[in-house]
């Protein structure tokens, strides 16, 4: 086989069609000059609006401030617990931490790395105040029975939808699912800035005018402050990039749902390889296409596609939250996430990622577990 030379994602295929409109949206910030909370701000607010179906969107610095203002603005703080799970970036706990809240862990599905809506209830004390679902790599959590749980113990639902944008759950957009939810755009997401980028959605008038006080200093009139805050706001040229971008999300995702299947068909022989489960009610963003093998060769699988060849993959998450070095013996083993850890790789994979280039990373996977 030749070798080649694959990222696990190639950001500049996407962005190359889209370099002029993006030279001149950022041309308007400059002759605008207004880089904090400009017209692009508002305007790119309104379109995720009208994209996710949702009545409010605030624009922030960060997916982690979303979590962390999102939460505030529910009312979420000291003395609360807050359920999540232990598979997922360590922004999700640390957002619930920042807020003032103590996480809880909830172990997952082995099959679709996000929570187990079965182990919900027996985690919930008086002191629950807020389930926070992660959308794992891009699949929808069951909303259905969790939100049945929600309601059932009167508990808040704010989503971690920072790798979903634009997936669905049984036709409505994710993030537009629980009382409010934390999108992140950092560059590599399926809607990705040229920076650091965040949004809080909502369909509560409350909540979105806290956000948004929270997010600008605590004041709703400058120079008033009324609460303790933050500086966190999404900045116009970021604003302005997105904007460009926002309209091809769809057709993005579609490109990575079309790249999926052609994975899951390419390995579907390759013994000891397991493919990502989608459930069928679920419209999948693919922000990620992530196997599961043995945890006894996963390690020697990265290392020779990368050395032998010059395939990138990633490995999301090598550690569950709950064993992080910050709550090392805070919390109880979380025996399915930390399995888990150890088995997943992620493979390269972008919207507009050839075949030939898959067929390729099919095949040194076949050969490399083959050998071992």
């Not at 790119?44 to 962390?68: K, L, P, R, W």
């Not at 359920?83 to 970036?89: A, G, L, Q, V």
């Not at 807020?130 to 069951?142: E, K, L, T």
């Not at 070095?325 to 850890?341: D, L």
């Amino acid at each position: 086989m030749a070798q080649k030379n694959i990222p696990v994602l190639d950001l500049s295929v996407g962005i190359n069609p889209l370099k002029n409109d993006i030279s001149r949206a950022i041309d308007a910030v400059i002759q605008e000059g207004s880089f904090i909370n400009g017209p692009q701000v508002k305007a790119f607010e309104g379109a995720v609006c009208q994209y996710a179906g949702v009545q409010h969107a605030i624009g922030m610095n960060s997916g982690t401030d979303a979590i962390v203002i999102g939460l505030r603005a529910l009312g979420v703080g000291p003395g609360d617990e807050v359920i999540t799970s232990p598979f997922t970036f360590f922004a999700t706990a640390e957002g619930i931490n920042n807020a003032g809240a103590e996480v809880v862990f909830v172990d997952i599905d082995p099959a679709t790395f996000n929570m187990d809506p079965a182990r919900i209830e027996a985690a919930i004390t008086p002191r629950t105040k807020a389930i926070m679902p992660v959308h794992m790599f891009g699949q929808s959590c069951d909303w259905d029975v969790i939100q049945a749980i929600a309601q059932k113990h009167k508990l808040l639902l704010i989503e971690d939808a920072a790798q979903a944008f634009g997936a669905q759950y049984q036709g409505k957009k994710v993030g537009n699912l629980g009382h409010a939810a934390a999108l992140s755009f950092f560059p590599s997401k399926n809607l990705g800035a040229f920076g650091d980028a965040g949004m809080l959605l909502t369909n509560d008038a409350k909540v979105a005018e806290t956000a948004r006080m929270l997010g600008t200093h605590g004041s709703k009139k400058k120079y008033y402050n009324e609460i303790l805050g933050y500086n966190s706001r999404l900045d116009s040229i970021q604003a302005a990039v997105l904007a460009v971008k926002l309209p091809h999300l769809d057709r993005a995702i579609q490109g990575r749902r079309q790249a999926a299947q052609r994975y899951h068909e390419i390995l579907e022989s390759v013994a000891r390889v397991e493919r990502p489960y989608v459930q069928n009610w679920n419209e999948h963003s693919f922000h990620q296409y992530t196997i599961k093998v043995p945890s006894t060769h996963r390690d020697q699988l990265k290392a020779q596609l990368e050395e032998k060849y010059k395939i990138q993959t990633m490995v999301y998450y090598p550690v569950s939250v709950n064993k992080l070095p910050i709550y090392q013996g805070s919390y109880q083993p979380m025996p399915v996430a930390e399995k888990v850890s150890g088995e997943v790789l992620s493979l390269p994979i972008w919207p507009e990622i050839e075949r030939a280039t898959q067929e390729y990373v099919g095949k040194a996977i076949k050969e490399v577990m083959e050998g071992l």
